[in-house]
């Protein structure tokens, strides 16, 4: 628990250090996610959703930080049963944002904290334990912000470690994709 504190200290230090500059907002959109590597599901749609953190640094660049709720997971489809593999996260990624006149492109790496896992259909089997407890990734992605508030935008989440616990006995060495459409509103106007 102090490791996972840690990293939520250091990821989010650069955006409390600039507390006047701050502007705050909140986002929500669906997920198209799947495990890339070995053993490869179908995509599966999902969602997330929270809060960001954004401190305009100059005129086109801004460093942002989120804490968001999403789903990730696959699905595996055959004729006889779709298996759903269904992963809750909290995701704290921390972008460096270049703006130009409205359009913006942001990257910046990413930690996940996993929350739940279970595997569908019938009776939802907790998977929880075959995965791990922390996900590390980068963000990488493109969209609009108006000035008055709203935003919309196209990204990229990707893991770059193994999502599945190496220790649980797994065959497979899957890592976390997802393509996010979200929409937004940064509080005050930009």
Request: glycine fraction near 14%; hydrophobic fraction near 40%; avoid cysteine.
């Amino acid at each position: 628990m102090r490791r996972i504190s840690l990293l939520l200290v250091l990821f989010a230090a650069p955006v409390l250090a600039a507390q006047a500059q701050l502007k705050l907002g909140v986002k929500a959109g669906v997920s198209y996610t799947t495990f890339t590597g070995s053993s490869l599901g179908a995509y599966k749609v999902g969602g997330h959703g929270g809060l960001v953190g954004n401190v305009l640094l100059n005129d086109f660049l801004s460093l942002q930080g989120e804490a968001l709720i999403s789903m990730k997971g696959d699905q595996t489809r055959d004729l006889a049963v779709n298996i759903k593999n269904n992963l809750l996260y909290l995701d704290v990624p921390v972008l460096l944002k270049v703006h130009a006149d409205g359009l913006f492109f942001e990257a910046g790496p990413q930690v996940g904290l996993l929350l739940a896992g279970k595997q569908k259909p019938g009776s939802d089997l907790n998977t929880k334990s075959q995965y791990r407890p922390i996900d590390l990734g980068y963000v990488a992605g493109l969209g609009y912000q108006w000035k008055s508030g709203p935003n919309l935008g196209l990204r990229y989440n990707g893991g770059i470690i193994t999502a599945n616990d190496p220790g649980a006995q797994n065959l497979f060495r899957r890592r976390n994709s997802a393509f996010q459409l979200y929409g937004g509103y940064i509080f005050g106007g930009w």
